[in-house]
Each structure stands twice: as structure tokens, then as C-alpha cells.
């Protein structure tokens, strides 16, 4: 993370256009100098309070679109050497729940690697016209979005910096107070633009300096504003702006704990990222909740009969003290990291970064593994904690469920290792559950336990029970009618209208499927055959880190062949075929992994191109 926060943004109040065509240029000027207030003049040919707020929406709106394009797309040059150092951050309060940074000036390393990456796509390959490209691109969208009166390349371009940022501040949670920051590398530019799009019925006032413009009288309740200060402009609702510009630059969330923090965790040049004040954001949202209940609670008729919602009961000291992420371009993929404070929470054991134990056993056409390591004591864990909190179920209601399984440790104490799989045979899709026994004689007697229980209640539930040999080891397969269990036909794992699920115990793993096949195909995953041995899988566990506590990976490749397979003959086809296909072609597999430290746990998810 350097100095910034993500991609994407909440919504400012009054900065929602309601029709392309209100955004009309106005050859009155914007004043550089203290001006007052501009009132209405109330007269017959007066415009509508109403219209003159879409009006101003729209122009403030002009500002937020045109970087929320531009961010979206991530594609062109602002300046021919970016800098790692952000012009937005220091702005942002320190009050703020919850900030984003959107990098469209693609600092340090990031505009490099964005054009490798894209590339490997249609239409990216000369590298040279990347600019020209992304600049057509965002003008077709510009004029689009008002019905051919702007563009992107002439009006903005010339004065953008290619940083922008959103803060909520958590203040009053009755009035969240949003700011938008857009970094101006040309303030003359910025100015004219501005000019060309603030309605003549605007109000301005000069506040400590800015000019600020705001929505004419009467202003509505969620009324915004915005102000240039040369190097940035200053958009969102009033009194976030007027705070802004009271204390500069020297917003001081940037110099708290927590955003160090989260920046000494990921580090690094990015596209954008997020920062969460998590038990701030929290806090904020329950008063506000309680707030707006609590003036509804005043109302009449339906809105009198509003009761507070049922909301279970949330211990705060085993959430995080703050969660951010960030996206980087590499070279040939594309990665989201993850960061939080690591919480110890006592019934929970110290999970250990490993590799995973079942990659090895599970068959090459795997399409989908997620692993989780240590399932039976982090079950365990989890369902003393959950016994614990105020309104979860008790040790008896636990017990009195367990007991048919021989109670809680005998039915989940023998797990290890847990991966969740699903696989891909050329002919249809497959899946299952297979689980590594840390406890061979545990797991033999809870399928005992369940084949029994099975067979006793089988005619009730319509079910047979049967079993087969199959590599020297018993499988044995639960039938069932599922158009008599659930009212309708289907076919999964079996014969038409059935459904099948298969189990065994195979040395030191408990196999579970949809169907035998899936239990077969494990069974005969050999070493150097396996899903562990294939190289695509390899390097997309490399790149999110293969020792961790949790992983997951889907071929996407082999997932879109069988989809496109399926559709062969449909009438969209062929579309898909020239607009969409040669765009999804160049994608192998998605990865992530989940790795916990001692004073900071971290997620990615990589985007893997061939």
C-alpha cells in the first residue's frame, strides 16, 4: 500500500446525475476572487429549486464521473514519470471510516506492468497506442454520457492528475460527511473546465479563500459542494468540503497507527486500494441504524410500526482494528493482497502457515480445490467461542445434536486437513469432499455410524444403502429419489431422478462424492498424475504463496471450454464468440491463500494469464 486506498467509492449525496442532457455549458465565469452568495431572485421565470439541484449535481457530478472513468479503465498516461507520493492522501480526515485511492496515474512500476499485462488481450499488443486508445475509448464514453456535448481528451485530460480519493468521515453518523479529492496538475485548465459547467443559477462563497459553489436556494438537506484550490478539487457535502479547506493538507489519517500499519504490510506501488477503520466503520453504521430507527419510531402509520432489527450480538474485540487491500499490475497477472491486524481470540488454536497435505491425492482434472487445514480443532474452536457469545446455542443444545454422532469430538476431532473439490472428466462436471484422518479408527467408526444411521431411517427417507469394491476398498453409496425428497427430477451422481452421494476410508483420507465416480477418481490418483504435479496449478499457488492456512484455486480455463462445449448450437454463440471469447481466452486460473503472522494476517487473490 503507498500512501493510498482502492478502487471504487461510495456514492457522494447530491452527486448523482438524473439526465445527460441537464449538464449544460454556461458562459457566465467562475470568480477566482471572494464573491458572496448568489441568491434566487424568486421571480416568475426563476428556475426550480429542483431543477437547479440537478443542475449542480451534474456539475459536480462532471468531476467524479470523469476520474471514476478513468480509474475504471486504468489506462492512460497522465504524466510521462508518475510519483509514488499522493497528492490526495494528506487530505483525508482522520476521522475517516473508511478511505479509497483510485491510481490512474499508474505510479512507479505499475504503468509497465498494466501494459504487459494487457498485452496478452485483443487489441493491446502494440503498446505504442496504448494512450490513443484508452483516450478514444474514455471520449466515446464521455460524449455518451452527455449526449455528445464533452470529451474526455480535450476538457479533462489537459488538467487531471490522475489521483483521486474518497473519504467517509464518522463524525455524525445522522450526516455522513463524504469528501472526494481530484489532484489538478493544471489549475488554469481545471478552472475553465469548471467554468464551462457550473450552471448559471449556482450559489458561490468564498470560504477562507475558495471559491465555493454550491446549490442555489433553497439548498437541499444533502447538499454538496465543491472548490479548486489549485492543486486539487474539493467535491462532496458542504460541511466535509468547508473542513477540508479549514485544516489542508493535514488530514492525519495517514499518519495513524493503523495506516501505517496496513502500508508497511502491503507496500508497494498499486492501482488503487482500500483502507477500513473496521470497529469505527461498525460503530458508525449501529448509530446510525439507531438513529434513523429511532426518528422512525416517531412516524405514524407504517413507518410508526418500524421496530428495530434483530441483530445478534457482535463481540468487538475479536474484530480487527482495521482491513485494507490493494490492486497491483504485474507482468502477466493481476493481484489484490489483503492486510489486518492478527486477533487472538483464546478458544482458538495458533494456526500454522503449512503446505497443504492434499494436493497430492486429488486427480489432475481438477478444476476447483479449496483447501482449509486443521478443520476438526478449528470446529471445535469456533463452536466453544460461539457457545460463549450472548445468544449463541449452549453446550447442551450442541450436545443434544451431537450425540447421534457420537458427540462433538468424535465427529469432527479426526479431521485434518479439508479440501472441497471438483473435477472435469471431458464429459460433465464431478465433486466431493475429501478430508486427511488425523485418527483412522475415529473416522472408520463415524462412517460406521452413518451407514447404520442411513440404513435404519432408509425406508422412511426413501434411501437404499449399498456397497462396492473398487481398488481394494469398500465404498459405500446412499441412494436416493430426489424427485420424491425434493418434488422434481433431476440427475446428480446417478441414474436419471437419483442422487447419489459415496464415501470410504482410504488410508489416512475420508472420501466423499457425488456419485462413485468422483471417490474412483481420487482412488486412482497416482503420484506424478496428480493435481499437485500439474504446472498451471503450481504457479498460481506459487504466486499467492503455497504455505498458508487456507487456499483456493479454479481452472478457468478448462471451466470456460466445458461451458462453451455445453452452449455449442445457441443463438448467442456466435456474439460471444467475436466479442467476448478472445478476451477470456487469455485467462488461465484464479488463486488465493490466506497466511497468518503473528502481528499481521494476509489474503491474495491472483489473476493468472497463460
Do not use: C
Amino acid at each position: 500500500m503507498n500512501e493510498s486506498s482502492g478502487p471504487g467509492g461510495p456514492a457522494v449525496p447530491g452527486l448523482i446525475p438524473e439526465s445527460a442532457s441537464q449538464l449544460e455549458p454556461t458562459t457566465d465565469a467562475v470568480p477566482t476572487s471572494a464573491v458572496e452568495v448568489l441568491a434566487g431572485d424568486g421571480g416568475a421565470n426563476a428556475p426550480s429549486a429542483g431543477r437547479r439541484r440537478r443542475r449542480l449535481r451534474w456539475a459536480i457530478a462532471a468531476v467524479v464521473t470523469a476520474v471514476v472513468i478513468v480509474g475504471s479503465t486504468l489506462g492512460f498516461n497522465v504524466l510521462s514519470s508518475a510519483r509514488s507520493t499522493s497528492q490526495v492522501l494528506p487530505w483525508a480526515p482522520s476521522d475517516a471510516v473508511a478511505y479509497t485511492e483510485v491510481r490512474a496515474d499508474l505510479p512507479g512500476d505499475q504503468r509497465a506492468n498494466l501494459l504487459a499485462f494487457l498485452s496478452k488481450f485483443p487489441g493491446f499488443a502494440d503498446q505504442t497506442s496504448f494512450d490513443a486508445k484508452a483516450d478514444d475509448a474514455l471520449d466515446r464514453l464521455l460524449k455518451r454520457l452527455t449526449n455528445g456535448k464533452h470529451d474526455f481528451s480535450t476538457e479533462i485530460k489537459p488538467w487531471f492528475g490522475g489521483q483521486m480519493g474518497v473519504s467517509i468521515e464518522g463524525i455524525d453518523p445522522s450526516s455522513p460527511g463524504v469528501l472526494v479529492v481530484v489532484s489538478v496538475r493544471d489549475a488554469t485548465a481545471a478552472a475553465a473546465w469548471l467554468k464551462s459547467i457550473t450552471p448559471a443559477d449556482a450559489s458561490h462563497q468564498t470560504y477562507q479563500g475558495i471559491d465555493l459553489v454550491g446549490p442555489g436556494s433553497p439548498a437541499p438537506q444533502d447538499a454538496a459542494a465543491y472548490g479548486l484550490d489549485g492543486s486539487v478539487v474539493l467535491a462532496g457535502t458542504v460541511d466535509a468540503v468547508k473542513a477540508a479547506i479549514t485544516r489542508g493538507p493535514r488530514g492525519a489519517l495517514a499518519g495513524s497507527a493503523g495506516f501505517q500499519a496496513a502500508q508497511d504490510s502491503l507496500g508497494g506501488d498499486d492501482l488503487g486500494s482500500v483502507f477500513i477503520d473496521v470497529k469505527g466503520y461498525i460503530s458508525w453504521l449501529t448509530s446510525m441504524e439507531s438513529k434513523m430507527l429511532s426518528r422512525a419510531g416517531g412516524g405514524t402509520g407504517l413507518v410508526r410500526r418500524v421496530s428495530p432489527l434483530a441483530i445478534p450480538t457482535m463481540n468487538m474485540a475479536f474484530l480487527p482494528g482495521w482491513v485494507a487491500l490493494q490492486v497491483r499490475a504485474e507482468s502477466d497477472y493481476l493481484v489484490l493482497d489483503a492486510a489486518s491486524p492478527t486477533v487472538a481470540i483464546p478458544s482458538l488454536p495458533n494456526r500454522q502457515n503449512r503446505q497443504g497435505a492434499l494436493a497430492a491425492s486429488l486427480p489432475s482434472n481438477t478444476v476447483l480445490q479449496y483447501d482449509l487445514h486443521d478443520v476438526g480443532s478449528l470446529a471445535q474452536a469456533s463452536l466453544t467461542q460461539l457457545e460463549a457469545q450472548p445468544g449463541g446455542p449452549t453446550a447442551a443444545q450442541v450436545d443434544a445434536v451431537a450425540k447421534y454422532l457420537g458427540g462433538v469430538d468424535a465427529a469432527v476431532g479426526w479431521m485434518g486437513d479439508a479440501d472441497v473439490v471438483v473435477t472435469h472428466d471431458g464429459s460433465g462436471f464431478s465433486g466431493g469432499l475429501v478430508v486427511q484422518t488425523t485418527d483412522s479408527t475415529a473416522s472408520g467408526n463415524l462412517l460406521t455410524e452413518l451407514k447404520n444411521l442411513v440404513t435404519l431411517g432408509g425406508a422412511v427417507a426413501q434411501l437404499t444403502v449399498r456397497t462396492e469394491s473398487y481398488a481394494g476398498q469398500t465404498i459405500t453409496v446412499v441412494d436416493g429419489d430426489l424427485g420424491q425428497l425434493m418434488g422434481a427430477g433431476a440427475t446428480i451422481g446417478g441414474s436419471s431422478g437419483k442422487l447419489e452421494l459415496a464415501f470410504t476410508q482410504a488410508s489416512d483420507r475420508v472420501i466423499v462424492g457425488i456419485g462413485d465416480g468422483f471417490v474412483k477418481a481420487v482412488l486412482d490418483t497416482k503420484p506424478g498424475s496428480s493435481l499437485a504435479d500439474q504446472p498451471g496449478y503450481q504457479r498460481a499457488i506459487d504466486l499467492v504463496g503455497s504455505s498458508n492456512v487456507s487456499q483456493a484455486y479454479l481452472d478457468l480455463t478448462t471451466v470456460r471450454t466445458a461451458i462453451e462445449a455445453l452452449a455449442a448450437g445457441s443463438s448467442g454463440i456466435a456474439a460471444y464468440d467475436s466479442d467476448v471469447k478472445p478476451f477470456l481466452e487469455p485467462i488461465q486460473s484464479i488463486a488465493l491463500s490466506y497466511v497468518v503472522g503473528a502481528d499481521v494476517s494476509t489474503g491474495r487473490i491472483v489473476l493468472v494469464l497463460q
